[in-house]
């Protein structure tokens, strides 16, 4: 009978070890497992221009900043031009940033060598004139204003 006592009280305080944990303990474990929780790969809404509607859905949000996007940045680079001695038939790839105030700046112009041996500034010049372009509404997470990142193709043709 004295063990079976002893066994009880045992498994007791084993249990009630949760009881003496304090609150801050509890709140930080419950903070670390909603962090776990979260796709940090994904925003709740994307960065939204003037012309995009903000009550549209996920999808629609997308297209509508992929085609802004799209038409600012042709409208940046129109009138831009470059004198080649070879043909180039290459894609170089542009990676902007959009922060949490809304701000667009570039963040990378990929480096291809056949690119910079016909045009030695091409990497400098696609910055400064994409560098401009305009603010946008931030992308959302959870409510909150946060950065995005993307990537943008553009393909040279001199045919």
């Known amino acids: 009978m004295q063990k079976y006592v002893l066994w009880i009280i045992f498994m007791g305080l084993f249990v009630s070890c949760e009881l003496f944990e304090s609150k801050e ?9 909603e ?3 979260i796709d940090w790969n994904d925003v709740d809404q994307y960065p939204l221009f003037d012309s995009c509607d903000e009550t549209a859905t996920k999808a629609a949000q997308r297209e509508c900043f992929q085609n802004v996007m799209a038409d600012y940045f042709s409208e940046a680079l129109s009138g ?8 180039l038939n290459d894609t170089v790839y542009i990676d902007f940033m959009i922060d949490e105030h809304g701000f667009i700046s570039v963040i990378n112009v990929e480096e291809k060598t056949a690119v910079l041996n016909e045009i030695s500034d091409f990497n400098t010049k696609i910055s400064e004139r994409l560098n401009d372009l305009t603010t946008v509404a931030p992308a959302l997470k959870r409510g909150n204003p946060v950065g995005l990142r993307f990537r943008l193709p553009l393909v040279l043709n001199t045919h």
């Not at 303990?25 to 497992?33: A, G, M, P, R, S």
């Not at 831009?80 to 043909?87: A, K, W």
């Open 35 to 37: 962090l776990m929780a």
């Open 25 to 33: 303990d509890k709140t930080q474990k419950l903070v670390n497992e």
């Open 80 to 87: 831009l031009q470059f004198q080649v001695d070879s043909d």
